[in-house]
């Protein structure tokens, strides 16, 4: 017989040169959308983005909103010397606090 199953241990299965090799299967829970939208809510509360969705397992996506609404965020600290950024960055925080949750917890469920 070449592979014996327990009731509590991993599979077992005999190699091509009689060794035996033990099967282990990763059990991944599944992530929260609500759980990932707070972390995007939280945070962002105090402009920090993207923890959510790294949280919900895609780390590029939540390094890009972090960077790069931080790079929004200086550009719109420069236009508030002319004054146009005392409306574009609240505007462009709105728009983060409600885009950036969303994407998150639906990233979740798609999972």
Same mark, same amino acid.
């Given at each position: 017989?070449?592979?014996?199953?327990?009731?509590?241990?991993?599979?077992?299965?005999?190699?091509?040169?009689?060794?035996?090799?033990?099967?282990?299967?990763?059990?991944?829970?599944?992530?929260?959308? #609500?759980?990932? @939208? %707070?972390?995007? /809510?939280?945070?962002? &509360?105090?402009? !920090? $983005?993207?923890?959510?969705h790294m949280y919900?397992?895609?780390?590029?996506?939540?390094?890009?909103?972090?960077? #790069?609404?931080? @790079? %929004?965020?200086? /550009?719109?600290?420069? &236009?508030?010397? !002319? $004054?146009?950024?005392?409306?574009?960055?609240?505007?462009?925080?709105?728009?983060?606090?409600?885009?950036?949750?969303?994407?998150? @917890?639906?990233?979740?469920?798609?999972?």
């Open positions: 017989m070449d592979q014996t199953t327990h009731n509590n241990t991993p599979p077992v299965v005999t190699g091509p040169t009689g060794n035996v090799q033990q099967v282990h299967h990763y059990y991944h829970p599944h992530k929260s959308g #609500g759980v990932a @939208a %707070l972390l995007e /809510v939280i945070p962002g &509360l105090f402009q !920090v $983005f993207g923890i959510g919900a397992g895609n780390v590029v996506t939540g390094l890009l909103f972090m960077f #790069g609404y931080w @790079a %929004l965020a200086f /550009v719109n600290f420069l &236009l508030c010397f !002319v $004054f146009i950024g005392f409306i574009t960055w609240p505007l462009c925080w709105v728009a983060t606090m409600i885009i950036s949750p969303l994407i998150a @917890a639906n990233t979740c469920k798609s999972r």
